[in-house]
């Protein structure tokens, strides 16, 4: 493994109270717990923000702070 860090996008739901553990991996999403509601959303925005990513012709490690905010805005705007 190199010294090279990879950006990945984190999603955390804290709002599961049927006993289900819930553990979505992407190639640069992590999505863990939720209610089965709360973690399909989280599922929804990684796509998204990913699709989005595409269309500027960037990753998440290419993309600055600023545009994956603006991305997330974007995709949290559309609920």
Known sequence: ???KSK???LGL???NHDGHTRLTR??????LGGSQETHERMQEHAIKINEKLKQRDR???SA???EIS???RE????D
């Open 64 to 66: 600055t702070h600023e």
């Open 75 to 78: 995709v949290s705007s559309t």
């Open 70 to 72: 603006e991305i997330v």
């Open 1 to 3: 493994m190199s010294g």
């Open 26 to 31: 992407g190639e640069n999403f992590h999505l």
């Open 59 to 61: 990753t998440l490690d």
């Open 13 to 15: 739901g804290l709002d």
């Open 7 to 9: 950006k990945l996008l």
